[in-house]
C-alpha cells in the first residue's frame, strides 16, 4: 500500500515512532483486505480549527471532530490504456489535538489513538460504516483485528 503522509499542524509533537505504527495500522488493514501494493490513500493530521472547517464545509457539522474521510473512488473513474494500475483510495484527516485529547481521556495515549483512527478512516474509505449497531459491530471488529496485528488492540493495553 502506498500512504501519502503529512503533518500539516504544529500543535502536537507526533514522533518518528507513531509515523511507522501508523504506517503499520494501515498496512495491517491493507493485508486482511488483501488490498494491491499500488492501492494509495493520504493521511494529513491537522488542528481543530482545520477539521473544523472541513467538517462544517463538507458535512454542514459546525463543530471538530476526530477524523474525516475523503473518498476518490465512488465514481467511475476513467480507463487509461497502459496507466499504471493504481487504485486511489481516497484521503483520511485527522486531528491530531483532539487525537491527544481523547487518547488521553480514553488512557491509551496518542500513539494508539492516532493509529485507531487512520484505521477507522481506512475502513470507511473501503466501505465500513456504524451508522446501524449492526454495522457498527462488524466496523469495530474489523479495527481490534487490524490492531491486533501491530499489538495495538484493547487487550494489549495496560491498564494503570
Do not use: C, W
Amino acid at each position: 500500500m502506498i500512504i501519502g503522509y503529512e503533518n500539516a499542524q504544529d500543535k502536537v509533537k507526533i514522533s518518528s515512532d507513531l509515523e511507522s505504527k501508523l504506517q503499520e495500522g494501515l498496512d495491517a488493514v491493507a493485508k486482511l483486505h488483501n488490498l494491491g501494493g499500488k492501492t494509495e490513500v493520504s493521511v494529513t493530521l491537522v488542528d481543530d480549527t482545520e477539521i473544523h472547517q472541513l467538517n462544517r464545509d463538507y458535512r454542514k457539522v459546525d463543530r471538530p471532530t476526530d477524523v474525516l474521510s475523503f473518498a476518490l473512488d465512488e465514481g467511475e473513474e476513467p480507463k487509461l490504456v497502459d496507466a499504471p494500475e493504481e487504485h486511489l483510495l481516497g484521503d483520511i484527516i485527522i486531528s491530531a489535538e483532539t487525537a491527544q485529547r481523547q487518547g488521553d481521556e480514553f488512557g491509551h495515549g496518542l500513539e494508539r489513538e492516532i493509529v485507531y483512527l487512520a484505521v477507522h478512516g481506512l475502513l470507511h474509505l473501503l466501505g465500513y460504516d456504524h451508522i446501524q449497531e449492526e454495522d457498527k459491530k462488524i466496523m469495530r471488529a474489523k479495527e481490534e483485528e487490524a490492531l491486533r496485528a501491530i499489538r495495538l488492540s484493547e487487550e494489549f493495553l495496560v491498564k494503570g
